[in-house]
């Protein structure tokens, strides 16, 4: 006989969107149950996120050796890198992110069952393993996404990889053409680079991350030219063959000339599609958009046409932005929502954007294009890092970006590439989320010397108190 239970709240999917999800929701007093068919986490801990960034710092270390070699002085060489240690180090941090997230739902009492789950009604669903699932006030789903492959390619792990297995890929390649030039695929690009590989990075639209602001992208572009990327913007991968010990591909460039890149790895990142098979979705009344995506009725509450049936996470359409401090939000959301509190709509433009290449780029608002598309009467200023002395020491270039409406207005977006620039983002998120002008900003001190302090100047400039910048 199948096993019945009864609960408050069915999370399906336990990512960072479900697991969050799940934790309010029990710390609001009710009863959860999460479905979740591989590990807690998903994506974020185990294929992506934690990990990649682990290896990002690594990449740092080897960074710094060649810098301080050839600029300070210090007469330091990289003898290897211990790939099996790197690995360990960083499946190690998983490891124990891991346990921590279960010691969590744990302690508030989030019963996790370990299995597929099939909506069976608009607040029902059978969990493979477990039984079925009666969930009084709703359901949640969050399974997530998974990476998209280029038609006619097929992953195996070691010559031809996804953002999600590149991880477990065997050993670092010499070579590496990597197609696909938003965050993950430069982040990648830029990983590969530090551990001493030959890297094309291959973008089809005309410019690297095309979602951020153009300025954003030249920036981004410059530096990683600078350590040797070979950056194809406005280039399409035309043909790959699959040799013994690596690929060789045909590339069509901006310029309309064909070229043939052979490299010992292909990393295919060109975006993620939501994941739904199997899901039941029919079975309670729904349906997805053409492509894919489960779509809300009521952004404001994330509840889909089904009463009851709430999504977070990656199978939510635009403006949501598929990444993890999103789904945190968005989890935080739907549980308040699920128990009756209210819960302030999520304004997605407030959202910091990062990708953690080197140089690094960090954006929340609109930009430039954005903002005058949208009617704005816009004044920029733009600062480069080296304009204040922390920049000059880091030496890696960078800048500073404000877009604020014209006469002293309010702040619409602030964009950041340099060393770092992730750990500055915040500042400027609670700059645009609360409103604010450039004299609010103006009249706090950034502290001297830091990289930080370029962001002070550049809404001192924008308020009519320029010191340093003219």
Not at 9 to 26: D, K, P
Not at 101 to 116: M, N, P, Y
Not at 131 to 146: E, F, K, P, Y
């Amino acid at each position: 006989m199948t096993d019945t239970h009864e609960t408050d709240v069915l999370v399906i999917g336990g990512g960072t969107g479900g697991y969050s999800t799940a934790l309010r929701a029990a710390a609001l007093g009710l009863r959860v149950v999460l479905a979740e068919r591989d590990k807690i986490g998903g994506t974020c801990l185990h294929r992506g996120c934690i990990p990649s960034k682990a290896m990002l710092h690594a990449a740092e270390l080897v960074d710094g050796i060649a810098e301080g070699r050839e600029r300070w002085g210090v007469r330091a060489t990289l003898d290897s890198v211990d790939w099996t240690a790197l690995v360990t180090t960083r499946d190690d941090i998983v490891s124990r992110n891991h346990k921590g997230v279960e010691a969590h739902l744990a302690h508030a009492g989030v019963e996790i069952a370990r299995g597929s789950a099939r909506l069976t009604g608009p607040r029902s669903a059978t969990i493979e393993g477990y039984g079925q699932v009666t969930a009084g006030r709703g359901i949640v789903l969050a399974t997530g996404s998974r990476p998209q492959m280029l038609p006619g390619l097929v992953t195996d792990g070691r010559r031809v990889v996804n953002s999600d297995d590149a991880l477990f890929a065997p050993g670092l390649p010499a070579s590496v053409l990597v197609v696909g030039g938003g965050p993950i695929g430069v982040e990648y690009a830029s990983f590969y680079r530090s551990m001493g590989g030959a890297v094309t990075l291959v973008e089809a639209l005309d410019r690297l991350v095309p979602l951020e602001d153009a300025d954003v992208s030249r920036h981004l572009t410059r530096g990683l030219k600078k350590r040797g990327i070979d950056v194809q913007a406005g280039a399409l991968l035309q043909r790959t063959e699959v040799l013994d010990d690596g690929i060789r591909a045909t590339v069509r460039t901006s310029r309309g000339e064909t070229r043939t890149v052979e490299a010992q790895r292909l990393l295919v990142a060109v975006g993620r599609a939501p994941v739904t098979d199997g899901l039941g979705l029919e079975a309670a009344g729904l349906t997805t958009d053409e492509r894919g995506f489960v779509a809300p009725a009521d952004w404001a509450r994330l509840e889909t046409a089904v009463p009851g049936i709430h999504v977070v996470g990656d199978l939510l359409p635009p403006p949501s932005l598929g990444l993890a401090h999103a789904s945190f939000a968005e989890g935080l959301l739907v549980a308040e929502t699920l128990a009756g509190l209210p819960s302030a709509p999520i304004d997605y433009a407030t959202v910091p954007r990062v990708t953690y290449s080197s140089p690094q780029t960090a954006s929340v608002g609109l930009s430039e294009a954005e903002a005058r598309n949208r009617g704005h009467d816009v004044t920029v200023n733009t600062m480069p890092l080296t304009a204040v002395a922390k920049g000059m020491v880091h030496g890696q270039g960078g800048m500073v970006k404000v877009v604020a409406q014209q006469g002293g207005g309010q702040v619409l977006g602030v964009h950041l590439v340099g060393p770092n620039v992730s750990e500055m983002i915040a500042e400027s998120e609670l700059i645009v989320g609360w409103d604010a002008e450039p004299s609010d900003v103006a009249r706090h001190i950034h502290p001297h010397p830091t990289l930080s302090e370029a962001v002070g100047e550049t809404f001192l400039t924008l308020a009519g108190r320029g010191l340093h910048q003219q």
